[in-house]
């Protein structure tokens, strides 16, 4: 029996509504472009700009005003819970730091006479820089860092730093997107089902770790580039690795105290903090005894990797699927895995797209490196 009848179309326009932001606040953007446009045009995009906001502000206000009504207080908390956890998880330490909002905020003493109205006050403020700083970084036109080929190792280990912050951002708001697009698919509908109604827990959490996903993966693949992967190559291949070895095998091979501003080959030893490393990569400024920079080199001294991970893991997501899709019985495990699976066929060939091109790029590249150290040799 298909109870279509017990849908919350309310809740289901919020979550539609919540879940598109992005796409609704590209719409908008788009159409309230500045510069040197025709009369018809400007109207367009004006009457395009009034209908996308009049309909999102109508839609939403009239389904809040219907969840209000229906609802309990502890619902409609649940239900905007992902947004007051946005702050503590997605605060930007170095922008803050010369903002001084959040250490404003750290150095209030419970004895200060501060009324709920300047805390509110504060909390949207901090939000609000909170989401224009993020939205700068990520999507900003300064969005993608840029790489120096310079000879200066502390510039590189200082840019190298830099991609490490960048990176994590990067994977923070994956994290947190995803996170939130699962959480309002499969977490919401559930919690505001009726006492009297059945919902299968297990579908539930398979549809919840599916989506996350899913989303992951998608999200990762427009973050990170096959232009940004390129540039992390770029700066692990410039930064070098260090491995540690045993004083006792090369007692009688000559090693250098380890300097910071010298750029090290490859096969030299050096000691370091009372161990001997033996150096990796062809040029090498990293220190030997960080493992942030042991963990960057390995992550990105293959300009592939990032790429061969996302594909085994969208791969299996997409078997995993099919064989849910041949064995489902229920019509809304059906039609949630067949829209699931159109959007990971699309990621899934543009993955394998860039990989196959991109192998033939960096083989191609590779080839003269290795002629030459042939020829050397």
């Known amino acids: ?97 010369k903002t001084n909002l959040f250490s404003h905020m750290a150095s209030m003493g419970p004895r200060e006479a501060v009324s709920g109205l300047a805390r509110s006050r504060d909390y949207l403020l901090t939000l609000r820089e909170t989401w224009k700083q993020h939205t700068r970084q990520l999507y900003g036109p300064d969005a993608m860092p840029t790489h120096a080929c310079c000879l200066s190792p502390s510039l590189i280990r200082s840019e190298v730093e830099f991609l490490k912050m960048d990176f994590n951002w990067r994977m923070k708001e994956v994290l947190v997107s995803s996170m939130l697009s699962a959480y309002y698919v499969a977490f919401v509908p559930v919690w505001f089902v009726k006492n009297t109604h059945y919902y299968d827990k ?93 963990r960057f080199h390995f992550f990105f001294s293959k300009p592939l990797r990032i790429l061969n991970i996302l594909l085994l893991l969208e791969g299996a997501v997409i078997v995993y699927q099919l064989y849910s899709l041949m064995s489902s019985e229920k019509w809304y495990q059906t039609i949630s895995l067949a829209l699931i699976l159109f959007s990971n066929y699309y990621a899934f060939f543009k993955l394998l797209r860039d990989r196959l091109v991109l192998g033939k790029a960096y083989s191609y590249s590779a080839s003269p490196q290795r002629d030459l150290d042939h020829r050397f040799s």
């Open 1 to 97: 029996m298909k109870n279509f009848h017990l849908i919350d179309f309310n809740l289901l326009m919020v979550t539609a509504i919540v879940l598109g932001r992005r796409f609704i606040g590209s719409i908008v953007k788009e159409a309230s472009q500045r510069g040197k446009v025709s009369l018809f045009r400007s109207i367009l995009l004006f009457l395009t700009r009034f209908t996308v906001l009049t309909a999102t502000g109508w839609s939403l206000c009239r389904s809040l005003i219907h969840l209000f009504r229906t609802y309990s207080f502890l619902n409609l908390l649940f239900l905007c819970y992902p947004f007051g956890m946005y702050i503590p998880f997605l605060q930007l330490n170095c922008d803050f730091r």
């Open 202 to 294: 297990r579908w539930s959490c398979e549809l919840f770790l599916l989506v996350s996903i899913s989303t992951s993966v998608i999200l990762m693949q427009h973050l990170l580039p096959a232009s940004y992967c390129d540039l992390l190559h770029k700066a692990a291949a410039h930064l070098g690795c260090w491995q540690k070895v045993d004083p006792a095998l090369c007692s009688n091979v000559l090693q250098h105290p380890w300097t910071e501003e010298c750029m090290w080959p490859q096969g030299v030893l050096v000691k370091h903090s009372k161990n001997v490393y033996k150096a990796v990569g062809h040029y090498n400024v990293a220190i030997p005894s960080d493992v942030s920079h042991f």
